[in-house]
């Protein structure tokens, strides 16, 4: 449970830069470490074996000057391990000893068994190790002496091993006070390498969230790779700029363009058809009523046109990010029950059923004006593409920060040959040309969602009916006591 509560965070470069770093620094720490250690560990032998090489050629020269009394006398000058005294053993050339420096001394290391080994070679010195019941190790060399007998002067390694565990200990308070300290200083390097894309997040998120292509990210001049992203995103976005500018003129200039004329002629047809209502009746030609109503389809058709074109508008606006959204908390029950009253007296005269299924608590962040007519071009749809009889279904469910709205119905259905293209502009399909409509209802329902931060998707079967299935941010809400907190918290 640990591990999956630690999951999301592995997923954040920052947080995974800091490891690396904090990895590689003890990594190297240790290495360093046991390094130093086996190196200090050879030095501290060597040291031992030349101080005990040394000590042997004293012994072996006083005895050679003043024989076995030379010898105890040189031990005599120090006395007891813990004055650095040396092992000194002197046996006959039977091996038998003859002198034993502080025998109680040494007795872990029983050296009454070293009657029991081979005397070395004449002229050669052999070195040996006995070790003891608690690990530690006597060191000793041997070298045969002129009469015969032996000599055999040796260093017990507890100092070496006490030498090795005080480095042992330190090393490891060292780590101990390095794995803080690395991912302290793993969290700055980080935090200064990724300042700038910190800085480009957050630009990049204020730009989708407020449509602001104004904002820009600052530069730190350093002239590294990351800031020569920022110079490079920072013209992008100056580009971008002046082409969605370029496009909102031209858009204002093409509905100005379009709409005018398009007034000015229904104007003048439902001025002439007006003036033909308020005149006296009188006989008219076939010729004259065909112009007539020929007027009045004009007045129709221009209706229809100027539908189409604001409709147009409104979607490429959403899709440039340019419709102005005024974003609030919004309850969702209350806002497609709107949508649905609106519908209800169409949907009775068809013999449909609106089923609402929507909980009163939950509540979305979006622009009511938008969501209302996406859910608007959703209900009727589904109640102009379902039989009498049918029913329309509007639910909607609440999982952590996202809402699912759906809208589902029992009617004809969509082919799987029309399902890919229901979203572009203007298209019908086949089973919907029966009747009228414009053909953008369902790419103005994406462009609204989609501008909202939500997605859509559907899902239908020839004859089964049709599940549109919409998703929204869910809104925050102020409590009795004044803190804000997420209705998405409710479960």
Same mark, same amino acid.
């Given at each position: 449970m640990?591990?999956?509560?630690? @999951?999301?965070?592995?997923?954040?470069?920052?947080?995974?830069?800091?490891?690396?770093?904090?990895? +590689?620094?003890?990594?190297?720490?240790l290495v360093l470490l046991v390094l130093t250690y086996f190196l200090l560990r050879n030095r501290a032998r060597a040291t031992e074996h030349y101080v005990i090489e040394?000590?042997?050629?004293?012994?072996?020269?006083?005895?050679?000057?003043?024989?076995?009394?030379?010898?105890?006398?040189?031990?005599?000058? /120090?006395?007891?391990?813990? =004055? $650095?005294?040396?092992?000194? /053993? %002197?046996?006959?050339? =039977?091996?038998?000893?003859?002198? +034993?420096?502080?025998?109680e001394d040494w007795a872990e290391f029983r050296p009454e068994e070293l009657e029991d080994q081979p005397l070395p070679e004449p002229g050669a010195r052999t070195w040996k190790a006995r070790p003891s019941a608690d690990g530690? $190790?006597?060191?000793?060399?041997?070298?045969?002496?002129?009469?015969?007998g032996v000599l055999q002067v040796g260093k017990s390694n507890e100092e070496l091993i006490e030498l090795l565990a005080d480095y042992r200990r330190s090393s490891l308070l060292v780590l101990l006070i390095f794995v803080p300290a690395s991912f302290a200083g793993g969290a700055f390097v980080t935090s200064r390498m990724l300042r700038p894309? =910190?800085?480009?997040?957050?630009?990049? /998120?204020?730009?989708?969230?407020?449509?602001?292509?104004?904002?820009?990210?600052?530069?730190?001049?350093?002239?590294?790779?990351?800031?020569?992203?920022? $110079? !490079?995103?920072? @013209?992008? !976005?100056?580009? !971008? #700029?002046?082409? %969605?500018?370029?496009?909102?003129?031209? !858009?204002?200039?093409?509905?100005?363009?379009?709409r005018t004329p398009l007034t000015r002629l229904r104007h003048k047809a439902q001025a002439i058809i007006e003036l033909d209502h308020q005149a006296a009746p009188e006989p008219r030609c076939a010729g004259y009523r065909a112009a007539v109503d020929?007027?009045?389809?004009?007045?129709?058709?221009?209706?229809?046109?100027?539908?189409?074109?604001?409709t147009l508008m409104d979607i490429a606006e959403a899709e440039a990010g340019l419709a102005k959204l005024e974003i609030a908390s919004l309850p969702l029950a209350a806002l497609i029950a709107d949508a649905a009253d609106a519908?209800?007296?169409?949907?009775? #005269? &068809?013999g449909i059923t609106i089923i609402r299924e929507i909980p009163d608590e939950i509540r979305v962040n979006g622009d009511s004006t938008g969501l209302f007519r996406a859910f608007a071009n959703l209900i009727d749809n589904a109640i102009k593409y379902t039989p009498r009889g049918g029913t329309v279904r509007l639910a909607a469910e609440q999982t952590g920060q996202v809402v699912e709205v759906q809208v589902e119905d029992t009617g004809i259905g969509i082919s799987p040959g029309d399902l890919?293209?229901?979203?572009? &502009?203007?298209?019908?399909?086949? &089973?919907?040309?029966?009747? /009228?409509?414009?053909?953008?209802?369902?790419?103005?329902?994406?462009?609204?969602?989609?501008?909202?931060?939500?997605?859509?998707?559907?899902?239908s079967q020839p004859g089964a009916g049709t599940c549109v299935r919409l998703t929204l941010p869910a809104a925050t809400r102020v409590s009795a006591s004044g803190e804000r907190s997420l209705v998405d918290q409710r479960g």
């Open positions: 640990f591990f999956v509560r630690l @999951k999301p965070a592995f997923r954040r470069l920052s947080v995974r830069l800091t490891l690396w770093h904090s990895l +590689l620094f003890m990594s190297s720490a040394s000590r042997t050629n004293q012994y072996v020269s006083e005895y050679n000057r003043a024989g076995l009394d030379g010898v105890r006398h040189l031990a005599t000058l /120090r006395r007891g391990r813990a =004055q $650095q005294a040396f092992f000194v /053993r %002197v046996g006959d050339a =039977q091996n038998r000893t003859v002198f +034993l420096r502080h025998a530690t $190790q006597l060191m000793y060399a041997s070298e045969r002496l002129p009469d015969g894309v =910190q800085h480009l997040t957050r630009v990049t /998120r204020e730009i989708v969230e407020t449509n602001r292509l104004d904002a820009r990210v600052p530069s730190a001049g350093s002239g590294d790779e990351l800031d020569a992203l920022v $110079q !490079i995103f920072n @013209k992008m !976005i100056g580009r !971008i #700029e002046a082409l %969605v500018c370029g496009m909102r003129d031209s !858009i204002d200039n093409v509905a100005h363009d379009l020929a007027l009045a389809d004009c007045v129709e058709e221009a209706d229809r046109v100027s539908t189409i074109l604001d519908y209800d007296e169409f949907a009775q #005269e &068809r890919p293209r229901i979203w572009e &502009r203007l298209f019908r399909g086949d &089973r919907s040309r029966s009747e /009228r409509g414009l053909g953008l209802g369902l790419s103005f329902v994406r462009a609204i969602v989609e501008t909202h931060g939500g997605t859509v998707a559907v899902e």
